[in-house]
Every structure is written in structure tokens, then in C-alpha cells.
């Protein structure tokens, strides 16, 4: 091969897997097959009408038309520390501790960028999100995969171990909780524990809260910032992707660690001229106004979590109730266990006519898993059991 063909770094980055699975359902869909897709956590419900509104009146404004500023217009920076406030009782800078991110996907990898140097290693727990790995990748940076165990104390055992064992010593530690695909959640001590490691083992912390407002049952997830002194250690990520149903607008933040914070201020200043004015300004709102919106998308996705745990379990998958995220993290039922998550996917579209997520997708230890998102009405849901009764019939 010619070295003008030969990129090293899209070598490592293979076709997502789960995209597989995601052609297969094209495929199907036109043979005219009427597939249920609960592949891809893609929020399926609209944007508030009063955060649209906004956007609209935004957009007549033609100052709003110009270049913004990378790192989020002062307003909304200010809403997003407002917003923590309230919501955490946490303090922030709006100047030297919060950035706006083009969504979290962006801002994680263009912090990994910034902080990483060529070799340097991060601490991942397997499964993960996708681009909790490749953003270290891109980074040219090493992944040190722990299993992620459900049982907290293990977790931290194991993140303990690896951190102390590997050499050159790891620089980040990267977590999400609640977890997306597992819907693991943690408690604040579990953020405390790993407050004091990353002290004693000088680690950087980068915590992903995505799915901070999607939890049930009387749980509310923690976040990271609410340690006393994580501030020293760490960064937090958070999204209005999930909260707010506005995944298409790409709008999220990171705030925490001053350092850190001006690292990707700084990349991202020569990156890129900031989301289009009109929807950081409309993301104002959204942050700042009424929430009972929040409060309608949690109880829509709970009332789909509920219909598909209880439809499923009739039809024969018994599935854990998870208490926070939008998805369902399942175990293959026996009799499917040896095909592995990525064959036993295809047979779902092909046999139930269901689109789910291999756990391969998420990373070897997701195998033996399928990821399931509560993104199809509660009638598609059932039909979707249906489907899945015949299969383990
Ligand atoms: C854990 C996690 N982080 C980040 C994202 C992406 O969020 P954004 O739309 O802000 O890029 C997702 C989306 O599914 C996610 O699950």
C-alpha cells in the first residue's frame, strides 16, 4: 500500500459493530418487514415547544447569525452554574469552570485531544459507550479496560489494581453513571472513593453524566462535582441531548477542573466558532425555564421501561428493572447464549422483527448481553414482545 493510502489511524477504527446490525434492519425495512427499532438510543419524542419557540424567535435576529464564541456565549454558561446550583448545590465559575461542548461526544473527544499525549493511558471500564474508548484512540492514547462490575466495591478494587499496576502510570479515569449500555448507577460515596484514589494515584477524573435526569424508582444520581474537592481532580460532562429531547441540536457541557476546562476551551478556540447562537440561546431556556418537561420525559421512558420488562417476562425474557438511563441491558436467554449478542441480534430482527444492540458493541465484556433503548411507543413495545415470544417459544 501506498503511504498516501495508508492511514494508521482509521485502521484503528474499525466499522461499528453496531452498525451491523443497523444495515440489517435497512435491509429488512425494504423487503417492506415492519422492524421495531430499539438499536439506537436516539430520543424519538420532540424538543419542548417552548425551547423551539425560542430557537425560532432567535433565529429572526440577525445579530444571532454571526460567528459565536467556541467556548458558549456568557448567558449560557451562566445558566449552565445556575443550573448546577439547583440542581447539585454545587458552586462554578461560569468564566474558568464551565465550556459548552457541539454535544458531550464532542467535547469528550476533543478533551481527550487536548489532554493526552501520543502512549498516554486511560482507565476505561468495559462495557462502555463507544466513544468513551475511541476518543482515546483518535488521541493516539491506550486504553486500560476493567471489567465493570455491578458490585461498586469490586469496581473500585478493580480500578484500584489497574492504576497501581500499570505502567507508565494511567493519567485519566474515565466513568459514566448511570452507565450506558449496563444502566449501572452509583451512589455519592462511590464518587468519594474515586475522589481520594485519583488524589493518591494523581489521576485526572472525567465523569460522563448523560443520563443524569433519567432515573426512577425514587433514585436520583449523584454527580461527580458534589465530592468536596473534586473540583481538583476532575471534569464533569453533561448533555441536553437525553434531558431535554434535543439530540439533534448538539448542545452539552463540561464543567469542573480549571485546568482542564481551559485545555479544551483552548483546543476548541481553534477548532471551531461555537453552536449556532440561536440554539445556545434557545439551550438557555431550556436549562433556565420551566422543567416539568424533564419531569414528563423521565416518566415516559419509565412507563416504557415498565411495559417492556413486564411484556418481555411474559413472553419468556425475564430482564432486571433498571433504575435510571433510557435502556434495558439484558442477558441473552440461555438457549442463545453460545451464538453471542452480535448473531443473537441478527435473529432478533430476522425471527421477532426487533432491532436491538449486541453488548459486543460496547466492548468484549459486554458479550453475552443485548442493550435494548426505550426509544418505540408503548403498543411497539408490546408488539416487540410478541415478536420475541415466538422466538423462545
Ligand atoms: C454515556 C453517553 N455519553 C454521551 C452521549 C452523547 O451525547 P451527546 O448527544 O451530547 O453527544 C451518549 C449518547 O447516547 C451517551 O450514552
Known amino acids: 500500500m501506498s503511504k498516501s493510502e495508508d492511514f494508521s489511524l482509521i485502521k484503528r477504527l474499525p466499522p461499528y459493530v453496531l452498525s451491523v446490525v443497523n444495515e440489517l434492519k435497512y435491509k429488512e425495512r425494504a423487503k417492506g418487514e415492519d422492524i421495531i427499532d430499539l438499536g439506537m438510543g436516539n430520543p424519538d419524542q420532540p424538543t419542548p415547544a417552548h425551547i423551539v419557540d425560542k430557537l425560532k424567535e ?25 443550573w448546577y446550583k439547583r440542581n447539585y448545590n454545587v458552586e462554578l465559575d461560569p468564566d474558568s469552570e464551565a465550556v459548552v461542548t457541539i454535544g458531550s ?23 462502555a459507550y463507544p466513544i468513551h474508548i ?15 462490575s455491578n458490585n461498586e466495591e469490586d469496581l473500585i478494587e478493580s480500578i484500584e489494581k489497574t492504576i497501581k499496576e500499570v505502567w507508565p502510570k494511567p493519567k485519566v479515569l474515565l466513568i459514566s453513571f448511570p452507565n450506558n449500555p449496563t444502566t449501572q448507577v452509583v451512589d455519592l460515596n462511590f464518587f468519594e472513593k474515586i475522589v481520594d484514589l485519583a488524589k493518591e494515584a494523581g489521576l485526572i477524573v472525567v465523569h460522563d453524566l448523560a443520563y443524569a435526569d433519567l432515573c426512577y424508582d425514587g433514585y436520583k444520581a449523584p454527580s461527580l462535582l458534589q465530592v468536596p474537592g473534586a473540583k481538583d481532580v476532575g471534569v464533569e460532562f453533561y448533555t441536553l441531548s437525553k434531558s431535554y429531547n434535543m439530540p439533534g441540536w448538539r448542545v452539552g457541557f463540561m464543567v469542573g477542573n480549571k485546568k482542564i476546562i481551559e485545555s479544551l476551551r483552548r483546543i476548541k478556540s481553534y477548532l471551531d466558532y461555537g453552536i449556532f447562537q440561536p440554539i445556545q440561546i434557545a439551550s438557555i431556556l431550556a436549562l433556565d425555564g420551566p422543567q416539568n418537561c424533564v419531569e414528563d420525559i423521565r416518566n415516559l421512558y419509565k412507563l416504557r421501561r415498565d411495559k417492556l420488562i413486564e411484556s418481555f417476562s411474559r413472553a419468556g425474557w425475564k430482564i432486571p428493572k433498571p433504575k435510571a438511563t433510557m435502556f434495558v441491558w439484558a442477558e441473552i436467554p440461555d438457549e442463545f447464549k453460545e451464538i453471542g449478542s452480535l448473531e443473537f441480534s441478527k435473529l432478533l430482527i430476522k425471527e421477532s422483527k426487533v432491532a436491538v444492540s449486541p453488548g459486543i458493541g460496547f466492548g468484549n465484556y459486554g458479550e453475552g448481553f443485548v442493550r435494548l433503548a426505550l426509544v418505540e411507543n408503548e403498543n411497539r413495545i408490546l408488539q416487540a414482545a410478541r415478536g420475541i415470544k415466538k422466538l423462545l417459544r
Open 58 to 82: 432567535a433565529v429572526d435576529n440577525p445579530r444571532n447569525h454571526r460567528y459565536s464564541s467556541s467556548a458558549g456565549i456568557p448567558k449560557l454558561r451562566l445558566a449552565i452554574a445556575n
Open 105 to 127: 461526544k464532542e467535547g469528550i473527544s476533543h478533551l481527550m485531544l487536548s489532554i493526552l499525549s501520543p502512549g498516554d493511558s486511560v482507565v476505561v471500564p468495559n462495557p
Open 134 to 148: 475511541y476518543s482515546v484512540i483518535i488521541a493516539r492514547g491506550d486504553i486500560q479496560n476493567v471489567s465493570l
